[in-house]
């Protein structure tokens, strides 16, 4: 069974602090790895995708990603209260077939304090 | 460009009657998904379409469940004698290729009473 692993939260960071998000993941095969961002009531908004180790920056965006340690994360800095969502992280496994859907955890609920 | 887009994107319905679920994808995106989000359960697959292949139906929980795909844009998904634990919310996401980021519909709400 392929999991994706999120701490639920809340996260509760002050506004302008960096908000640190993580993710671990099962499945030592997996491929590419995605951000998404989904305020309440809300579908799911994608803000950032990661295929390779190392970091992936896109403004007050970094993701991380450490595939030995089946690990990813996703750094927000300089916190807005318009930051606060659930995160989630998803997982694509390979790129055979079976493998295009994506793997969600069950997301990070983040609130900026103003 | 538009987005993808869904409908209805609410419905009330009553335990065993049928719905169909629209899906209008991104124009030029080959691959179409269909995801649901419930309480406690997270965002799942249900099934996949790329082109005119056959589609990957691994996630559909049940028999009464089924989608389809004509002419390779707009989706259906069809549930059958609904059941309240059917009750979720339904989000279509398409990608340019299988292999592309896939992006999100607003996503259908519904509510079998």
């Known amino acids: 069974q392929k999991e994706v692993e999120q701490n639920s939260g809340p996260l509760s960071v002050p506004e302008g602090a960096i908000a640190s998000l993580n993710c671990t993941y099962s499945?030592?095969?997996?491929?590419?790895f995605f951000w998404y961002r989904q305020y309440s009531g809300k579908s799911p908004e994608l803000i950032m995708s990661?295929?390779s180790n190392g970091d992936k920056e896109d403004g007050r965006f970094t993701a991380q990603l450490n595939k030995a340690s089946q690990y990813v994360s996703l750094l927000i800095r300089d916190s807005q209260p318009s930051d606060s969502a659930t995160y989630l992280c998803?997982?694509?496994w390979g790129s055979g077939a079976g493998s295009y859907q994506l793997t969600f955890g069950k997301g990070t609920k983040l609130s900026v304090i103003p | 460009g538009a987005g993808v887009s869904q409908s209805p994107s609410n419905k009330v319905t009553e335990k065993g009657k049928d719905v169909e679920l629209r899906c209008d994808p991104i124009s030029g995106h080959t691959a179409l998904y269909w995801y649901r989000q419930s309480l406690g359960q997270g965002l799942e697959f249900l099934i996949y379409?790329?082109?005119?292949?056959?589609?990957?139906k691994s996630g559909l929980p049940s028999d009464r469940f089924s989608a389809e795909r004509t002419g390779g844009s707009v989706s259906t998904l069809t549930i059958q004698r609904t059941q309240q634990e059917d009750s979720a919310v339904y989000l279509c996401a398409s990608s340019f290729q299988s292999d592309n980021e896939q992006f999100f519909g607003p996503g259908t709400r519904l509510t079998v009473l």
């Open positions: 499945d030592r095969g997996s491929q590419s």
């Open positions: 379409f790329q082109g005119n292949s056959a589609p990957d």
């Open positions: 990661i295929y």
């Open positions: 998803a997982v694509r």
